[in-house]
Nanobody, 136 residues
């Protein structure tokens, strides 16, 4: 059973920064390093948008959506089973509920996303409860 817990959301003025964290606790045989870890965000009434992924077994395997590339940085501390999203130069349109998610077969999943530039929520089997980010 995998549990994901996000933290770090809040309210910030445009141009400001926030860092989100997502910690995975798992009682499984494969553990954090086998997962493709992701950040999604959602605004009420809109579809969930995938914004970044990182492969638990290799921090070099990442992907960013165009909407955040150059402003957001995804990283991780495998020893802590924790993923981060550093968000800089925040804009009002970044206001959303942010979710972390994990998908098994991490190398395949993250590589596929990197090649196709498509993040599909249904490919991710575990989700956090979400943390709100508000930019004014």
């Amino acid at each position: 059973h995998v549990q994901l817990v996000e933290s770090g959301g809040g309210s910030v003025q445009a141009g400001g920064s926030l860092r989100l964290s997502c910690t995975e606790s798992a009682v499984t045989s494969y553990g954090y390093i086998s997962n493709c870890m992701a950040w999604f965000r959602q605004v009420p009434g809109k579809e969930r948008e995938g914004i970044a992924v990182i492969y638990g077994g290799d921090s070099e395997l990442t992907y960013y959506a165009a909407s955040v590339k150059g402003r957001f940085t995804i990283s991780q501390d495998g020893a802590k089973s924790t993923m981060y999203l550093q968000m800089n130069d925040l804009k009002p349109e970044d206001t959303a509920m942010y979710y972390c998610a994990a998908a098994p077969s991490g190398f395949y999943r993250c590589s596929h996303i990197q090649r196709t530039t498509t993040m599909t929520p249904s490919d991710f089997t575990h989700w956090g409860q979400g943390t709100q980010v508000t930019v004014s």
